[in-house]
């Protein structure tokens, strides 16, 4: 049996407040009969529709996965196409120049499947047996740190990781740039077991994800004026006890 806890949330940045601009940042968690789906998505900034950019593409990717598990043994390849096909549709009348956006997601299929995928800044992490998985780091040689959606020419531009957790305990989280750049390296792992601690003192979903967005809302960086999304995940597998044990019968 599986304890699943999650919370999710997204705030406009101080200087958007100020200016009455909408949040460019959009974030999404959707639960399927086959898993879940987690997507965050950091429009730019200097773009005019910028914030419906990262509406679609969190749509985009929830509905890309959808379609892509129901055809068996499809290669995860198919839900980048996927995607950038979708997105297009919906941000239609608009020119996707004018929709650039960010786009980070991840899956987590009940087979112990985990797909993370990620083109622009932002951060995800998977915290598995003890060992923290970055997909993709700041700096790195590889991948475009500012490469919009719009603008990947192939699946190399992606960063793309699947990942078999099978029966085990573990974490996910995934932020956008706002969020991930304030985040002490060192104590990335530290800081996802705070924000389980902090949403598990609730019982309902939406008192959870109320507890992240006052935590975003009341940033601690004074100096960090960007739109910030998160998202906190977190399987515990509850194992079967003998029922002759002290805890026979309990479960969550």
């Given at each position: 049996?599986n304890?699943i806890?999650?919370?999710?949330?997204?705030?406009?940045g101080?200087?958007?407040v100020a200016?009455?601009?909408p949040?460019?940042?959009a974030?999404?968690?959707?639960?399927?009969?086959?898993g879940?789906v987690?997507?965050?998505?950091?429009?730019?900034?200097?773009?005019?529709?910028?914030?419906?950019?990262?509406?679609?593409a969190t749509?985009?990717?929830v509905?890309?996965v959808?379609?892509?598990?129901?055809?068996d043994?499809?290669?995860?390849?198919?839900?980048?196409?996927?995607?950038?096909v979708?997105?297009?549709?919906?941000?239609e009348?608009?020119?996707?120049?004018d929709?650039?956006t960010?786009?980070?997601?991840?899956?987590?299929?009940?087979?112990?499947?985990?797909?993370?995928?990620?083109?622009?800044?932002?951060?995800?992490?998977?915290?598995?047996?003890?060992?923290l998985?970055v997909?993709?780091?700041?700096?790195?040689?590889?991948?475009?740190?500012?490469?919009?959606?719009?603008s990947a020419?192939?699946?190399?531009d992606?960063?793309?990781k699947?990942?078999?957790v099978?029966?085990?305990?573990?974490?996910?989280f995934?932020?956008?740039?706002?969020?991930?750049?304030d985040?002490?390296?060192?104590r990335?792992?530290d800081?996802m077991?705070?924000?389980?601690?902090e949403?598990?003192?609730y019982?309902k979903?939406?008192?959870?994800?109320?507890?992240?967005?006052k935590?975003?809302?009341?940033?601690?960086n004074?100096?960090?004026?960007d739109?910030?999304?998160?998202?906190?995940?977190?399987?515990k597998?509850?194992?079967?006890?003998?029922?002759r044990?002290?805890?026979?019968?309990?479960?969550n």
């Open positions: 049996m304890k806890d999650y919370a999710f949330a997204s705030v406009p101080p200087a958007h200016n009455n601009l949040n460019q940042d974030v999404r968690i959707q639960p399927f009969s086959f879940y987690f997507v965050v998505a950091d429009g730019m900034g200097s773009k005019k529709y910028s914030d419906i950019g990262s509406k679609a749509k985009a990717v509905e890309a959808k379609d892509w598990y129901h055809k043994s499809a290669p995860i390849h198919h839900i980048i196409r996927l995607v950038h979708l997105w297009g549709l919906y941000i009348p608009y020119a996707s120049n929709c650039a960010t786009c980070l997601f991840g899956v987590y299929l009940h087979n112990g499947t985990v797909i993370l995928a990620q083109i622009g800044d932002g951060v995800i992490i998977l915290h598995h047996q003890n060992e998985h997909l993709k780091e700041k700096g790195d040689e590889y991948y475009n740190e500012t490469m919009p959606l719009h020419q192939t699946l190399n992606w960063a793309i699947q990942f078999n099978g029966q085990d305990d573990f974490m996910l995934l932020g956008t740039d706002g969020v991930a750049e985040i002490i390296e060192e990335r792992a800081y077991q705070y924000l389980l601690d949403i598990t003192k019982r979903q939406k008192r959870r994800n109320l507890c992240i967005k935590k975003l809302k009341t940033w601690a004074p100096n960090n004026t739109d910030k999304s998160l998202i906190i995940f977190s399987r597998v509850i194992k079967d006890v003998d029922s044990g002290d805890n026979a019968g309990v479960f």
